[in-house]
């Protein structure tokens, strides 16, 4: 019953920017704590951020510290991903997952175990 679509990847320069979505069908958007994970070639699935309810605890992996912002609007049931300064090992699909059981006190997902909704991917290319 529940969808995640991700869309805005696409081939992207080195050290530019890009913005990617997921908009959620069906569910209570607003009682998931959203994430991204992303997948390079030969490489396992790697966590990249997270959002609480309301937007007001967020992580974020290691990689992508202090170039990456994740946000959510609950009106029109999106998550984004802003990605700034991207490196050509930021290349991979990027998917958009859903955690339904968090609640406020809990940490939030970092694994892929603990989300039950996943979208597609959306293809994120950067060049050298």
């Known amino acids: 019953q529940v969808q995640l679509v991700e869309s805005g990847g696409g081939l992207v320069q080195a050290g530019g920017s890009q913005t990617i979505s997921c908009v959620v069908f069906?569910?209570?958007?607003?009682?998931?704590?959203m994430g991204w994970f992303r997948q390079a070639p030969g490489k396992e699935r790697e966590f990249v951020a997270a959002?609480?309810?309301?937007?007001?605890?967020?992580n974020y992996g290691d990689s992508v510290k202090g170039r990456f912002t994740i946000s959510r609007d609950n009106a029109k049931n999106t998550v984004q991903l802003q990605m700034n300064s991207l490196k050509p090992d930021d290349t991979g699909v990027y998917y958009c997952?859903?955690?339904?059981?968090?609640?406020?006190?809990?940490?939030?997902?970092?694994?892929?175990?603990?989300?039950?909704?996943w979208g597609q991917g959306t293809q994120v290319t950067v060049s050298s």
């Open positions: 069906g569910g209570t958007f607003g009682r998931y704590a």
């Open positions: 997952a859903a955690d339904r059981d968090f609640r406020p006190g809990r940490h939030l997902p970092f694994s892929q175990p603990e989300f039950d909704y």
């Open positions: 959002i609480s309810w309301a937007g007001g605890i967020i």
